[in-house]
């Protein structure tokens, strides 16, 4: 970049004073910066060792920066925009996270001097080359913290998505599809921090972890989750050995929708698309007699899932494979196709995917979604069924892709996952008031769609396909 004459500080800095730049700063601005160049997630960097190696104070300072930036960088853009002499001109990278990491401290962040949000800014500018961007750094921050606050509306889809720094043609969609009122809740759980929900390996440990100073709650919709309130959860015995596991509440249902549809006779299960492993875990918890193969296409993720599942080694196989090419030799009880997919029911957990993802993305995930549920029709047995999930809100990676595979195999069903809740309610999987809530959220073909702000969940598409037999195929084809 090539800063405008206007911005390059006409005197040079003291000489005297003594850059200093908080260690929590710089990792948020490392995490930034390699989030911005698309070399890796948020989520991966912030569990990296140099981000670990902080105390927890500076940790959890750095995470919050980062995620606040990252979920309010298309209003922060905005509003720093405005501010520039020349509002036009391209910013170095640098030199724009510096600012947006400078304008989330005074806008979000009521316990950070504003000086010391812009002091820090400005040297992160000149840390990282930009020395004469620094002056215009200083100045946009310092109009910034003096400006009076700006409250835009949300009452059109514009508005909206300024207002909660969403892209236009994202919640153009979501109110497209759902309605402006459930566009609004999807946008706003998008800017707010999950709730963390755990599985716990036995009750025993619930007890443990109390007396460790974790606060729970019941989860929302399954008896078997919880939400941490407040408290350390991974400085406890329990976290790092494994009986307490971190899985969102949604997730967790995915597997539980998965297992009630095996009987007593099911003795073999494929999750063709298994990594990180939770709903793996549940599927094994669920069915202590079966067989489970656990699929996945990378060496790197399928190592980290024959750690997870080494306590089921004896019964789970771990296999690198990819999910469109599945051997037509095997067959299963039951496939769990949990698919790669956009993602956009996890903006609240992952915010940069609003910011990578554009609408021609949407195809080229709905094919290999496409190849990946008709490969596990083809394993699956006669009478068996095949659960297809994703955690994204988008119809083309939904009922578009269970739609356009049923449309070429006349041997496959879609049925109503209506009973499937009845029986987790009868068995008390679900909690006593869920039931009711997810039986509304059925869509018209039966499939159960989950939106973020309905539940507190990410958001969820789960539908349920039976292979048919011979003669009830032959039936079923029958004007």
């Keep these: 970049m090539t800063v405008p004459k206007q911005s390059r500080p006409r005197k040079p800095a003291p000489k005297n004073r003594i850059a200093e730049i908080s260690n929590a700063r710089k990792a948020a601005f490392s995490v930034l910066l390699a989030v911005e160049r698309g070399h890796s997630h948020s989520d991966d960097l912030l569990r990296s060792n140099a981000v670990n190696a902080l105390s927890v104070p500076d940790r959890n300072l750095a995470t919050a920066l980062v995620l606040g930036v990252l979920r309010g960088q298309i209003r922060l853009d905005h509003q720093l925009q405005s501010l520039l002499k020349h509002p036009e001109a391209k910013l170095d990278t640098e030199v724009l996270i510096a600012l947006r990491l400078g304008a989330f401290q005074i806008l979000h962040m009521d316990r950070i001097p504003a000086r010391a949000a812009i002091d820090e800014s400005v040297e992160l500018a000149k840390h990282a080359g930009h020395r004469f961007a ?154 202590p007699s079966a067989r489970i193969l656990a699929c996945e296409a990378s060496p790197q993720r ?119 809740i009845e029986s987790l309610r009868n068995e008390s999987i679900l909690n006593p008031s869920a039931a009711e809530r997810l039986q509304a959220a059925l869509t018209p073909e039966g499939a159960l769609r989950l939106l973020p702000g309905a539940f507190h969940t990410d958001g969820f598409f789960i539908a349920l396909i039976e292979k048919l037999d011979e003669r009830t195929a032959i039936e079923a084809s029958r004007p």
């Design 134 to 287: 620094s002056a215009m750094v200083n100045a946009v921050l310092r109009k910034l913290a003096t400006a009076p606050p700006v409250n835009p509306p949300e009452e059109t889809v514009a508005d909206l998505a300024l207002a909660e720094s969403h892209p236009t043609w994202m919640v153009e969609r979501w109110a497209g599809f759902f309605g402006l009122d459930a566009a609004r809740a999807i946008c706003r759980h998008g800017q707010s921090q999950p709730s963390l929900t755990i599985r716990l390996s036995s009750p025993a440990v619930e007890s443990e972890l109390t007396d460790a100073g974790i606060v729970l709650e019941p989860g929302q919709i399954l008896t078997a989750a919880r939400m941490v309130v407040s408290g350390d959860l991974t400085a406890t015995t329990a976290f790092h050995e494994g009986r307490v596991r971190m899985q969102d509440e949604g997730s967790q249902l995915v597997a539980e929708l998965a297992a009630a549809n095996l009987n007593e006779k099911s003795k073999s299960i494929a999750d063709v698309c298994a990594a990180p492993g939770g709903k793996t875990l549940i599927l094994a918890e669920r069915n």
């Design 302 to 420: 399928l190592e980290q899932l024959r750690t997870r599942l080494a306590a089921y080694s004896d019964r789970i196989e771990c296999r690198l494979a990819d999910a469109t090419q599945l051997n037509e030799d095997e067959a299963f009880n039951l496939v769990l196709a949990d698919v790669p997919c956009s993602g956009t029911g996890t903006l609240g957990r992952n915010p940069e995917i609003r910011h990578r993802h554009r609408p021609e993305d949407l195809e080229r995930q709905a094919e290999r979604q496409r190849a990946i549920l008709t490969a596990a029709l083809r394993v699956v047995c006669p009478g068996g069924h095949v659960v297809y999930s994703t955690c994204s809100l988008e119809p083309e990676e939904n009922e578009q892709v269970v739609a356009a595979v049923l449309a070429s195999s006349p041997i496959a069903r879609q049925i109503s996952l209506h009973p499937s």
